[in-house]
């Protein structure tokens, strides 16, 4: 059976922040809008959805659509809903964010994406829309909850230094660590598992590798295991 509505409702966006890391600097992934309004403006990946689509599925195609990523770590962030955020009409948004490891993916614009690329998020252009403020949400966010949850590890190859593994979270949190102290507290986890391998090709004396083990992880949050760095 159809309903009809007397009242006028908001429309429903999805927009997408996504974190990457290169060397020792977080990136943030922004499109220059093809289409009004904010033409040519830098903004962040999204768009509207659909009526049959999930929240999830919506922000998965459109990042699929305008950067050509798939296959990457998204979480629900926040809903953004001011008067006046959008110039077309009322319209509400749910934001994600996403983490990618840079090397594992190439961005290509597409859609009503002019072009995607990778700005450090601390020299960002002004973007259109709210999105300033969702970047500035988003980065907060990322920043508490790396400290409590291993998401890190998303934006790191496979294998790994302890100093990648430093520099991360320094870049994330924004303020140097103390090397001895963190690795101490890295490496209690229980987490880390020591590779048989060191660094390839590289001019300084070749650190060893560890990777994530992400299958103990989950069998010891089942548990009420608390991550901690």
């Keep these: 059976m159809s309903v009809s509505y007397e009242h006028p409702r908001p429309a429903l966006t999805v927009d997408c922040v996504v974190f990457g890391l290169d060397e020792a600097d977080l990136k943030v992934l922004l499109i220059?809008?093809?289409?009004?309004?904010?033409?040519?403006?830098?903004?962040?990946?999204?768009?509207?959805?659909?009526?049959?689509?999930?929240?999830?599925?919506?922000?998965?195609?459109?990042?699929?659509?305008?950067?050509?990523?798939?296959?990457?770590?998204?979480?629900q962030l926040y809903t953004f809903g001011a008067l006046g955020r959008d110039p077309r009409e009322r319209v509400v948004s749910v934001a994600y964010y996403a983490l990618v490891k840079l090397g594992d993916h190439r961005v290509k614009a597409a859609t009503d994406a002019r072009e995607a690329a990778w700005f450090a998020v601390d020299d960002t252009p002004a973007l259109a829309f709210d999105h300033d403020e969702i970047l500035a949400v988003a980065l907060e966010r990322l920043k508490g909850k790396v400290r409590y949850r291993p998401i890190g590890f998303e934006l790191l190859p496979p294998k790994f230094t302890l100093s990648q593994l430093q520099r991360l979270y320094e870049a994330i949190l924004e303020r140097p660590l103390d090397k001895r102290n963190f690795r101490k507290k890295a490496l209690g986890t229980g987490l880390l598992v020591e590779l048989d391998e060191v660094e390839q090709d590289v001019a300084h004396r070749a650190a060893r590798l560890y990777r994530f083990d992400r299958r103990k992880y989950e069998r010891l949050e089942k548990d009420g295991f608390s991550f901690e760095i």
């Design 32 to 75: 220059r809008r093809e289409l009004d309004p904010f033409r040519g403006r830098w903004a962040l990946p999204g768009g509207f959805v659909r009526v049959e689509e999930a929240l999830d599925d919506a922000a998965r195609r459109e990042l699929a659509e305008e950067t050509g990523l798939s296959g990457v770590f998204l979480e």
